[in-house]
């Protein structure tokens, strides 16, 4: 008989983070609920404020990390905050990373909010600062 280990939210949104630098969207996926909803309320022109289900967040990460190719991501650094409810967190990032004909920097990039339940995420909404997105892959 094999034994599942659930996580505690606060552990999945950390590992969640600290696969980030990687950009793979399977892995990234492997830890949402198959009807995961993926919110982005600030997007920039061209790209969805909502997907639905692993495949459909996994297409779309996919596609966007692939655009941004000639960034270097050394490490996300994530503060994360627990709520008074138990699926709920919220997590302030910052990212050290090298851009062309920018150098090497850490700066904050998104706030997120995430819930977990029983042991994967049901939403993660990302408020990202789009307009340095959109520097970044003109």
Do not use: C
Not at 18 to 47: C, K, S, Y
Request: without cysteine; hydrophobic residues 45%; proline residues 7%.
């Amino acid at each position: 008989m094999t034994e599942t280990s659930v996580q505690s939210p606060r552990a999945l949104v950390e590992k969640l983070f600290q696969q980030l630098p990687a950009r793979d969207a399977d892995a990234f996926v492997a830890l949402l609920a198959p009807d995961a909803i993926f919110e982005i309320p600030f997007t920039i022109p061209g790209l969805p404020d909502r997907l639905e289900g692993r495949e459909a967040i996994r297409e779309h990460l996919a596609q966007r990390w692939s655009g941004l190719s000639g960034i270097e991501v050394h490490a996300i650094h994530p503060e994360v905050y627990e709520t008074t409810d138990p699926e709920l967190l919220l997590v302030e990032n910052e990212v050290d990373m090298t851009v062309p004909g920018a150098g090497r920097a850490r700066v904050r990039t998104s706030v997120n909010v995430v819930r977990v339940r029983d042991g994967q995420v049901v939403l993660f909404r990302d408020y990202m600062d789009t307009a340095r997105l959109t520097r970044l892959v003109e």
